[in-house]
RNA sequence: GCCGGAGUAGCUCAGGGGUAGAGCGCAUCCUUGGUAAGGAUGAGGUCACGAGUUCAAUUCUCGUCUUCGGCUCCA
């Protein structure tokens, strides 16, 4: 008898080995159906592997990532058959599934390249050889034979991957005319795949080292019904709709130009309006929080960002030093806003009751990127961090950082990003050379984060290895509108700059002790985070934000200075107004308006005027019918203080 | 930085060895219209920049810059 564990555990008994197939049939003919791969005993498997012993089995489907996994591991294969069908010789590097979808390297024989017009036809074959149903065949393979068959087919980079995999666990992957090295696990048959689509084509170096060879990643998503594909097709539409540099460009948010240089953003007048209601936002949520407002320069002596480290570590990533010409002094365009801000807590003697300092400065900071990293806002050149140091005593630490996480979620209620995820970032025991600082400190520091998440009741995932050199950190991904993450803010514990610096305070045991450091950035950078804010809003802001909150339209020219009188009134009360007096029918103003995105349409005309009044209508929603002007003022700054509940509260 | 696309009016794009087109926007005029496009006329371009080939280059070739998709990197 084999006792078969399933995930709730309930155990289902069978005289002889199944497989992970027979094993969903006898549960549901749905699942069935539906189920892709099988995980035993926490390893996952083929479906159609055997499990010949007692074990704990969970069956993965379509909605699971393990299911996905071998759904997409084995379209790269289908793909890979393909284009082997249509380039035979070509030598195939790894093709392994990503989020969405999966890739294949590839060198085609005789220098041949493959071009976006080529993954049509690529495309057909693929749902060609799927309705084929060819079953997908696992081979165990000794490491010699396996050498053997890809010396034999001159595909030196599987010979490459097969040299350094041990002998005894190297499987082959059989479907049709086609096969492949491959851990697995694999669909049962390639008839699974219905719905194919290859979605872009790029270069990619062999093995991610760019001293090595060039090879073609051919990109593409796969799906088991038509309807999935679709949904896929619209999602990446829509996604492309939402595209900040578009709507950035639209909205006259933000442009670049090639006369100042790539990667420096020019914020224009409704980009800037938009930024800096942000900033001031975060400005009086940080001074109720005790943070102190402070302004540094721009550059600052080489020596600096070496005492700091900076240098060591990022100079070749800076912009080269700016030197005087008559004292040959070398300056840096800042990276970083922490050592002015050491400098500043240095100013002056601190006590352990002046403990914490909050230091708060919304400074542009400038980094060298390579230039086929610029994108958009999200990566550029010189960009602002709503950066504050934090300098506490070591028992001030763990409050310290639930206050910081505190103000994370007020930003994220205002701007309703309801779906996060924060990741701790450890430190890797095994590699204590990464990092500086003593394990002491390092233990202190984690305990603290994993505490303080814990009384916040955070939902954190744990990534061990992933810590800054110097410190732990917290940080927080938002999922958007469309489902797609985006990693904003972030906490982060140093205990070196203090070091670096020499800070200090006085204990109440008149010694002197070394203050701990807290980095902070809740937006990340203004730039990064109004990109992320256009995709998530597709451009309609929430109305405390919009640039122009209300415009006004008069039915026709005659009520013009009424319109006018109305938007003083508003402007007088803090709400953001313009007037559309274009010598147009109201049909066109509407709809001109609506496409601009502005939270309120306000229409007078002689009804109006006549009562002191305007036609609502909001945006995207239509006709709200009529109210005072005052009485239009008080309900949208009630929305307002709705919004920002966290500032008001 | 590397590989591969692209760069034509303010925007979105068509065209193509004989110095250019559309729609939207903009300007002027007519119209003064009540909840998603009223009409007429007109002004806009060193076809990214620099070389080369050619009788002739915006078009072909090379280089540069910028931009897009990836790779790599991200304090």
């Given at each position: 008898?084999?006792?078969?564990?399933?995930?709730?555990?309930?155990?289902?008994?069978?005289?002889?080995?199944?497989?992970?197939?027979?094993?969903?049939?006898?549960?549901?003919?749905?699942?069935?159906?539906?189920?892709?791969?099988?995980?035993?005993?926490?390893?996952?498997?083929?479906?159609?592997?055997?499990?010949?012993?007692?074990?704990?089995?969970?069956?993965?489907?379509?909605?699971?990532?393990?299911?996905?996994?071998?759904?997409?591991?084995?379209?790269?294969?289908?793909?890979?058959?393909?284009?082997?069908?249509?380039?035979?010789?070509?030598?195939?590097?790894?093709?392994?599934?990503?989020?969405?979808?999966?890739?294949?390297?590839?060198?085609?024989?005789?220098?041949?390249?493959?071009?976006?017009?080529?993954?049509?036809?690529?495309?057909?074959?693929?749902?060609?050889?799927?309705?084929?149903?060819?079953?997908?065949?696992?081979?165990?393979?000794?490491?010699?034979?396996?050498?053997?068959?890809?010396?034999?087919?001159?595909?030196?980079?599987?010979?490459?991957?097969?040299?350094?995999?041990?002998?005894?666990?190297?499987?082959?992957?059989?479907?049709?005319?086609?096969?492949?090295?491959?851990?697995?696990?694999?669909?049962?048959?390639?008839?699974?795949?219905?719905?194919?689509?290859?979605?872009?084509?790029?270069?990619?170096?062999?093995?991610?080292?760019?001293?090595?060879?060039?090879?073609?990643?051919?990109?593409?998503?796969?799906?088991?019904?038509?309807?999935?594909?679709?949904?896929?097709?619209?999602?990446?539409?829509?996604?492309?709709?939402?595209?900040?540099?578009?709507?950035?460009?639209?909205?006259?948010?933000?442009?670049?130009?090639?006369?100042?240089?790539?990667?420096?953003?020019?914020?224009?007048?409704?980009?800037?309006?938009?930024?800096?209601?942000?900033?001031?936002?975060?400005?009086?949520v940080?001074?109720k929080h005790?943070?102190?407002?402070?302004?540094?320069?721009?550059?600052?002596?080489?020596?600096?960002?070496?005492?700091?480290?900076?240098?060591?570590?990022?100079?070749?990533?800076?912009?080269?030093?700016?030197?005087?010409?008559?004292?040959?002094?070398?300056?840096?365009?800042?990276?970083?806003?922490?050592?002015?801000?050491?400098?500043?807590?240095?100013?002056?003697?601190?006590?352990?009751?002046?403990?914490?300092?909050?230091?708060?400065?919304?400074?542009?900071?400038?980094?060298?990127?390579?230039?086929?990293?610029?994108?958009?806002?999200?990566?550029?050149?010189?960009?602002?961090?709503?950066?504050?140091?934090?300098?506490?005593?070591?028992?001030?630490?763990?409050?310290e950082f639930k206050k910081v996480i505190d103000i994370v979620f007020i930003i994220?209620k205002?701007?309703?990003?309801?779906?996060?995820?924060?990741?701790?970032?450890?430190?890797?025991?095994?590699?204590?050379?990464?990092?500086?600082?003593?394990?002491?400190?390092?233990?202190?520091?984690?305990?603290?984060?994993?505490?303080a998440?814990?009384?916040k009741?955070?939902?954190?995932?744990?990534?061990?290895?992933?810590?800054?050199?110097?410190?732990?950190?917290?940080?927080?991904?938002?999922?958007?509108?469309?489902?797609?993450?985006?990693?904003?803010?972030?906490?982060?514990?140093?205990?070196?700059?203090?070091?670096?610096?020499?800070?200090?305070?006085?204990?109440?045991?008149?010694?002197?002790?070394?203050?701990?450091?807290?980095?902070?950035?809740p937006?990340?950078?203004?730039?990064?985070?109004?990109?992320?804010?256009?995709?998530?809003?597709?451009?309609?802001?929430?109305?405390?934000?919009?640039?122009?909150?209300?415009?006004?339209?008069?039915?026709?020219?005659?009520?013009?200075?009424?319109?006018?009188?109305?938007?003083?009134?508003?402007?007088?009360?803090?709400?953001?107004?313009?007037?559309?007096?274009?010598?147009?029918?109201?049909?066109?103003?509407?709809?001109?308006?609506?496409?601009?995105?502005?939270?309120?349409?306000?229409?007078?005309?002689?009804?109006?005027?006549?009562?002191?009044?305007?036609?609502?209508?909001?945006?995207?929603?239509?006709?709200?019918?009529?109210?005072?002007?005052?009485?239009?003022?008080?309900?949208?700054?009630?929305?307002?203080?709705?919004?920002?509940?966290g500032?008001?509260?």
């Amino acid at each position: 008898m084999i006792k078969i564990t399933l995930p709730d555990n309930s155990v289902r008994e069978f005289s002889e080995p199944v497989n992970g197939l027979e094993l969903a049939q006898s549960i549901s003919h749905r699942l069935a159906k539906e189920v892709l791969s099988v995980s035993v005993n926490g390893e996952i498997r083929d479906l159609n592997r055997k499990i010949a012993e007692d074990a704990s089995v969970k069956l993965h489907t379509w909605d699971d990532r393990e299911g996905k996994d071998a759904f997409w591991h084995s379209s790269a294969h289908l793909m890979a058959e393909a284009i082997e069908h249509f380039y035979p010789g070509t030598k195939f590097g790894i093709g392994p599934t990503v989020d969405t979808g999966f890739y294949y390297d590839v060198e085609l024989p005789n220098g041949q390249q493959l071009t976006e017009k080529d993954l049509q036809k690529i495309e057909q074959k693929m749902v060609e050889l799927a309705r084929q149903k060819n079953a997908i065949v696992r081979k165990e393979i000794s490491k010699k034979d396996a050498m053997a068959m890809f010396t034999k087919k001159n595909d030196e980079l599987k010979q490459e991957l097969i040299s350094e995999l041990e002998d005894g666990t190297i499987t082959l992957y059989e479907q049709g005319n086609f096969t492949d090295l491959c851990r697995g696990p694999h669909l049962p048959d390639t008839g699974y795949i219905k719905a194919v689509k290859l979605t872009s084509i790029a270069g990619a170096y062999w093995r991610g080292n760019e001293k090595n060879q060039m090879l073609t990643r051919v990109y593409g998503v796969t799906f088991p019904k038509q309807k999935l594909l679709e949904e896929y097709l619209v999602m990446m539409e829509e996604a492309k709709k939402r595209d900040h540099r578009k709507i950035g460009k639209e909205m006259e948010l933000f442009t670049f130009s090639e006369a100042v240089g790539q990667g420096l953003p020019l914020w224009l007048p409704k980009g800037a309006q938009l930024r800096m209601q942000l900033e001031d936002f975060l400005k009086r949520v940080q001074k109720k929080h005790g943070y102190d407002q402070v302004i540094t320069p721009h550059i600052g002596d080489v020596k600096l960002y070496k005492t700091s480290g900076h240098y060591e570590k990022y100079g070749k990533d800076s912009f080269q030093p700016i030197t005087t010409p008559a004292e040959g002094e070398e300056y840096l365009l800042k990276p970083m806003n922490c050592p002015h801000h050491c400098e500043i807590y240095k100013a002056k003697p601190h006590s352990y009751k002046d403990l914490p300092v909050r230091m708060a400065e919304f400074g542009t900071v400038y980094r060298y990127e390579m230039s086929g990293e610029l994108h958009g806002l999200t990566r550029v050149r010189g960009f602002t961090q709503d950066d504050a140091h934090l300098f506490c005593r070591p028992d001030q630490l763990k409050d310290e950082f639930k206050k910081v996480i505190d103000i994370v979620f007020i930003i994220f209620k205002a701007l309703s990003f309801e779906d996060y995820t924060a990741q701790i970032s450890l430190r890797d025991p095994e590699k204590p050379e990464k990092y500086i600082g003593t394990a002491e400190n390092w233990d202190k520091a984690e305990l603290a984060i994993v505490e303080a998440c814990e009384e916040k009741g955070l939902k954190t995932v744990t990534e061990i290895g992933e810590a800054a050199f110097y410190g732990p950190k917290l940080d927080f991904m938002i999922k958007d509108a469309l489902g797609r993450s985006w990693q904003l803010g972030t906490i982060q514990v140093d205990y070196n700059l203090p070091e670096r610096f020499e800070l200090e305070y006085i204990g109440a045991d008149d010694k002197r002790h070394r203050p701990v450091m807290i980095h902070r950035a809740p937006f990340g950078s203004m730039e990064r985070f109004v990109a992320v804010l256009i995709e998530h809003t597709a451009g309609k802001f929430p109305f405390w934000l919009a640039p122009e909150q209300a415009v006004i339209l008069p039915i026709s020219e005659k009520y013009n200075e009424y319109a006018q009188k109305v938007s003083n009134i508003l402007n007088n009360s803090d709400i953001r107004t313009v007037v559309d007096d274009r010598n147009e029918k109201i049909g066109r103003k509407i709809r001109d308006n609506e496409l601009k995105r502005i939270p309120y349409m306000l229409i007078v005309g002689e009804k109006e005027q006549e009562s002191e009044s305007v036609s609502v209508r909001r945006q995207g929603e239509g006709d709200m019918g009529t109210k005072q002007i005052g009485e239009f003022a008080d309900a949208v700054t009630q929305e307002i203080r709705d919004q920002l509940s966290g500032l008001y509260n």
